[in-house]
């Protein structure tokens, strides 16, 4: 018999389904009907949840019902100030989006199409926890009332007030009190980051958790997998939030891995118990958040919650999502707009109405607006207002050095600073 000639490898490079152009085909996404995913008890073995990093958690049907296991109890209220959260998100995010195109701020990243995801989170959290975010979760502080809009502002517009000091990029804001840990611009480090806050929050016998933040392209880091590890290993207090927001600057989730497995997986694969949950669906969010923080609390280890999402905006305001995607795609993809979808359920639990809601978004259009013309009258990036030259010295040494003494002497000697 004659032998075959051996076949040339050649390897798989997955494509978006999607390009500009040609409309994206979402069935890649693999939904589950509302209310179809089954709740197990928090504490369940992770092995036993590989069903549900498979699956999506959904609570919202087409209809704005809350149906099935997953339904969270909640008061109308609580879910009334995650709508108004969600809405000043989005209007916070156009208005700074606006600036920077007036060159007021240098740089901005929006969360359009995402904050349910942020503001139902934060909702499962007690105060000293701690997330370790990436620059797509100002929600998590928009959402609070004792995080101030003006500082944010005055943080993206590098002025004299800025809480920060022009020390970081716009965005990469760092509030401690609000458990809100510094963001870094290098990705996936937040999730080794977190792990060892919350190992640390054990070794020490205390109560808080941490609350990690990665999107789906970052999981292609060796920190995600490191993180991992030393959560499943020594059952850290965390819960891992993988925000698949089907895209990493240009390039499609499935580049990272999310083409013939999910991101939950990964979890389920690391001892880890694992949920695929609809990002866009608040109630869904809140059910899940809400389940993973019990878990950790109760020393019962880890969880990983893919968030299922779509990036509407741009990546940042360096980027044109036209180029690589149709422009169009968000108002085809099948999840829909969080606050839509929050607005509808509300309404049919007559708990809200378009009026409440119009004059809701008025309201906030003129606090957003209000905060932006306080945040202004510290200075912009455009009339040059920046941190005192002298405050890089500041807040580096307990004791300024000698050598710093001397530059700073030199530098009030050329430039007329205080020292
Ligand atoms: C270690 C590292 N590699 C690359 C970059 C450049 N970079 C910044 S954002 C980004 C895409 C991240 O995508 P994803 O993790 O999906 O998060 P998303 O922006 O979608 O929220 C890249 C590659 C970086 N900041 N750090
Ligand atoms: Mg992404």
Redesign the pocket.
């Known amino acids: 018999m004659k032998k075959r000639p051996p076949l040339p490898l050649r390897l798989h490079v997955p494509e978006p389904s999607g390009r500009p152009g040609h409309p994206t085909d979402f069935s890649y996404l693999h939904l589950s009907p509302a209310g179809a995913a089954r709740r197990p008890p928090v504490n369940t073995p992770p092995v036993k949840t590989e069903d549900l990093a498979y699956s999506l958690v959904r609570v919202l049907d087409d209809e704005g019902r809350a149906v099935g296991p997953w339904a969270p109890k909640v008061e109308p209220a609580d879910l009334i100030r995650g709508l108004r959260a969600m809405m000043k998100t989005r209007l916070f995010d156009a208005r700074m989006l606006i600036a920077q195109r007036q060159k007021k701020i240098s740089f901005y990243m929006q969360c359009l199409g995402e904050e349910a995801i942020a503001c139902a989170h934060t909702q499962a959290l007690q105060p000293g926890d701690m997330c370790f975010p990436?620059y797509?979760q100002q929600g998590l502080l928009l959402a609070r009332d004792d995080v101030s809009m003006v500082d944010m502002m005055c943080q993206l517009m590098s002025n004299p007030r800025d809480p920060l000091k022009g020390r970081q990029l716009p965005v990469m804001y760092s509030i401690k009190r609000a458990g809100f840990f510094s963001i870094a611009?290098?990705?996936?480090n937040q999730f080794i980051q977190a792990v060892g806050w919350a190992m640390a929050s054990a070794i020490k016998g205390d109560t808080k958790i941490a609350s990690a933040w990665?999107?789906?392209?970052?999981t292609a880091?060796a920190d995600f997998h490191t993180a991992l590890t030393f959560a499943h290993v020594y059952r850290a207090p965390v819960i891992l939030n993988v925000?698949n927001?089907q895209?990493?600057?240009s390039t499609f989730q499935a580049i990272a891995g999310g083409e013939a497995t999910t991101f939950a997986a990964r979890g389920v694969g690391c001892g880890i118990a694992s949920l695929r949950v609809d990002g866009n669906d608040f109630l869904a969010v809140l059910a899940a958040s809400r389940w993973a923080a019990e878990r950790a609390r109760s020393n019962l280890g880890p969880a990983l919650i893919e968030w299922v999402t779509y990036?509407a905006g741009a990546?940042s305001t360096s980027d044109d999502p036209s180029r690589y995607r149709p422009a169009d795609d968000w108002t085809r993809f099948p999840l829909g707009d969080p606050i839509a979808r929050l607005k509808q359920h509300l309404i049919a639990l007559k708990a809200w109405s378009d009026a409440q809601h119009e004059a809701a978004q008025k309201e906030l259009e003129a606090e957003v607006l209000a905060a932006q013309k306080e945040a202004e009258s510290h200075g912009t990036l455009l009339d040059g207002h920046i941190p005192p030259l002298e405050s890089m010295f500041q807040d580096v040494y307990q004791e300024m050095p000698a050598h710093l003494k001397r530059q700073l002497a030199q530098l009030e000697a050329e430039h007329g600073v205080r020292s």
Do not use: M, P, S
């Open positions: 990436t797509r611009g290098n990705l996936a990665i999107g789906d392209g970052a880091e925000v927001n895209y990493a600057i990036r990546h």
